[in-house]
């Protein structure tokens, strides 16, 4: 079973690009998750999915968009990127149980 | 607001214990979480408190006082795989997890 999986690995962007980032997952867990990790900070809620077809606003949602067609997937989309979106996007998925499992990340960044 | 305090960076020896610390004030509280994150991958989950109390798994232990927002990880036979960092997490009164900003664990031989 591959777990959560996320693409790309790694990207370099030019600021006023638009770009999506991919997270699938194969578990069928209903909540779905995108945070930040940026040096010296912790994990940064972006948007959620608590069920597909319904998504919410996390602690630094500005600049971000997401959407949630089926279970498996929950794509990231920065419209116009900048520089201080600069970072590593974990996606993370999560059901009854208890803890939340993590893909294996995303390092973008925004020149 | 919501605030996660754990030290920076911690150092201990192979075959050792060591106590990462973790402190909070949340708005709410619906658990609290110990994740291991070794440098350049995903978090991966340790351990779950809810009750008071100690919670053992193999050679970590987590530890939690909800009535002084204090938790602590113990790890116990200390090898060099642990070198990594350990993020505490807690699950806030929107059932949304609020993150601390990880302690660097290094261990020496």
């Known amino acids: 079973t591959a777990g959560i999986t996320q693409a790309p690995t790694s990207q370099i962007l030019a600021a006023g690009r638009s770009m999506t980032l991919r997270c699938t997952q194969d578990?069928?867990?209903?909540?779905m998750y995108w945070y930040r990790q940026d040096l010296g900070l912790g994990l940064r809620l972006i948007h959620y999915?608590?069920?597909?077809?319904?998504?919410g606003k996390g602690e630094v949602p500005d600049g971000y968009s997401v959407s949630r067609a089926n279970t498996d997937d929950f794509p990231l989309t920065l419209a116009s990127a900048v520089p201080s979106q600069t970072s590593v996007y974990f996606c993370?998925?999560?059901?009854?149980?208890?803890?939340?499992?993590f893909g294996p990340g995303t390092r973008l960044t925004v020149l | 607001g919501q605030n996660i305090d754990q030290p920076t960076e911690m150092t201990a020896t192979e075959g050792a214990i060591v106590q990462i610390n973790c402190t909070y004030q949340?708005?709410?509280?619906?658990?609290l979480f110990w994740y291991q994150q070794h440098a350049g991958e995903a978090p991966t989950f340790l351990s779950y408190?809810?009750l008071d109390g100690l919670e053992e798994k193999g050679r970590f232990s987590s530890f939690l006082s909800r009535s002084k927002g204090y938790s602590y990880l113990l790890l116990k036979e200390l090898q060099m795989k642990d070198s990594a960092s350990y993020l505490c997490?807690?699950?806030?009164?929107?059932?949304?997890?609020?993150w601390g900003a990880g302690t660097k664990l290094i261990i020496k031989p």
């Open positions: 993370a998925s999560s059901s009854q149980e208890v803890e939340q499992f």
């Open positions: 408190n809810v």
């Open positions: 997490a807690v699950k806030d009164s929107n059932y949304q997890l609020i």
């Open positions: 999915s608590n069920t597909a077809g319904t998504t």
């Open positions: 949340t708005s709410g509280f619906n658990g």
């Open positions: 578990m069928r867990h209903n909540a």
